[in-house]
């Protein structure tokens, strides 16, 4: 299903097969807080669709209760958290031995993706 923009309460409670008493319970107990029109409406964007997705897969398929989902969607944010400060730190660490050993620098992981642009295109020659 392709999804992109924002969405209604009502089409997201569409989408996943719940009531929107049910999302507005998880807005009220901070599992998710969508965003709001000037008007006060509820308009959910594709990270709240995927927040959703883990909620109700935790509620449903794991048999987690609400509390337990809250847990876990903390848990979940801390060590997102950690994995960027961890790859920040062994950028540092990185670096920092490399000039110690008159190494080039390393590149950012990023830089040295190939990146899908006329540089590397790779299609055959039109045909004249």
Do not use: C
Not at 36 to 42: D, F, L
């Amino acid at each position: 299903m392709e999804r992109r923009g924002t969405y209604s309460i009502s089409a997201v409670a569409e989408m996943f097969g719940v009531h929107p008493q049910t999302l507005r319970a998880y807005e009220r107990q901070g599992l998710i807080t969508p965003e709001r029109t000037a008007g006060n409406t509820r308009r959910y964007t594709e990270e709240h669709i995927e927040e959703l997705e883990i909620i109700l897969n935790l509620t449903r398929e794991l048999g987690v209760n609400r509390a337990g989902v809250e847990v876990i969607l903390h848990m979940r944010k801390q060590l997102a958290a950690m994995r960027l400060e961890a790859q920040d730190m062994m950028r540092r660490i990185y670096r920092d031995i490399a000039l110690q050993k008159n190494l080039p620098v390393p590149r950012p992981l990023a830089d040295l993706l190939v990146r899908d642009d006329d540089r590397f295109d790779h299609r055959p020659p039109a045909a004249e």
